[in-house]
């Protein structure tokens, strides 16, 4: 059974930074996909990044591309959001989630029901 625990959110200016992390737990194969999604008040989950555990191949959505970075650390089973120049609209409830691929699958998924595994998430809000 996978667990994922998120670590990292707060309260910060606009044009700051912030790292989230997820502890990852029961990861029993090699072809894990990794997320990160989020959900503002009254607005639908979104997909923000994501990385594949066996290769570190990245994907972001455009609204966060070169501002954010996700990583994956092998030794550790962490994978981390580094969020650079936050602005208001980065205000949400961030979830870290995991997709176990089928055997032969290899498209990337951004999409929220495709991620079997879910943290309790970690409030990030962003001041102006």
């Known amino acids: 059974q996978v667990q994922l625990v998120e670590s990292g959110g707060g309260v910060v200016q606009a044009g700051g930074s912030l790292r989230l992390s997820c502890a990852a737990s029961g990861l029993t194969s090699g072809r894990y996909d990794m997320a990160w999604f989020r959900q503002a008040p009254g607005k639908e989950r979104e997909f923000v990044a994501g990385?594949?555990?066996?290769?570190?191949?990245?994907y972001y959505t455009d609204s966060v591309k070169d501002r954010f970075i996700i990583s994956r650390d092998n030794a550790e089973n962490t994978v981390t959001l580094q969020m650079n120049s936050l602005k208001p609209e980065d205000t949400a409830d961030y979830y870290c989630?995991?997709?176990?691929?089928?055997?032969?699958?290899?498209?990337?998924?951004?999409?929220?029901?495709?991620?079997?595994?879910w943290g309790q998430g970690t409030q990030v809000t962003v001041s102006s």
């Open positions: 989630a995991a997709n176990a691929r089928p055997r032969g699958a290899t498209t990337f998924r951004t999409e929220g029901a495709r991620y079997e595994s």
């Open positions: 990385i594949r555990w066996s290769t570190g191949n990245t």
